[in-house]
């Protein structure tokens, strides 16, 4: 898994549309294209390795950086929704047991478990599947264990034998 933090830079085109390169998705990086139209809601379309966003031509009027960070971060939030729900489900199917509730919020980690509620950050979603689940999984054993004591980690690793690699992954994200 290749993780490397990236200056990402914002171009402006001739043809009323913005481009950032990358996106990270899923552990894969796409150009985002933003394209202004005359519609009334937001499209978003995925050709090859471009996502391609079309606004109404009201957004013009915000600063390039602007209208892409705030398009990308709905778009992280739309993906993430699914994503984690099915990680969820997955882990909870795995291990027989579930949270009271999870949230998927901007945090300043990739998750957290507190009071019985696992919260999700929505960024979660530039890294793999992989790694989805493996966060999810890592919160769900917090549910058992609020520490990092010897049970958290027999537990963890008995779903994820490999949780180690996950886990220095996550060290070098902070």
Do not use: W
């Not at 960070?69 to 929704?81: C, G, H």
């Not at 199917?93 to 478990?113: D, R, W």
């Amino acid at each position: 898994m290749n993780i490397v933090k990236r200056r990402i830079n914002v171009k402006s085109t001739v043809n009323s549309s913005i481009e950032r390169h990358p996106v990270p998705v899923l552990g894969i990086d796409y150009r985002v294209k933003i394209i202004y139209k005359n519609i009334k809601i937001t499209e978003l379309d995925v050709e090859g390795k471009t996502i391609k966003i079309s606004l109404p031509n009201k957004y013009k009027k915000m600063s390039n950086a602007a209208i892409l960070d705030l398009a990308i971060e709905k778009m992280y939030e739309q993906i993430a929704n699914v994503e984690i729900e099915r990680a969820m489900e997955k882990t909870r199917i795995m291990l027989g047991f579930a949270p009271e509730e999870y949230e998927v919020k901007k945090i300043p980690t990739l998750g957290k478990c507190e009071d019985n509620k696992i919260i999700i950050n929505p960024e979660i979603v530039k890294y793999g599947r992989k790694m989805i689940d493996y966060v999810v999984l890592h919160q769900y054993c917090h549910l058992k264990f609020k520490t990092h004591a010897k049970g958290f980690y027999k537990l963890i690793s008995k779903y994820e034998p490999n949780y180690e690699k996950f886990e220095e992954i996550l060290k070098e994200l902070v």
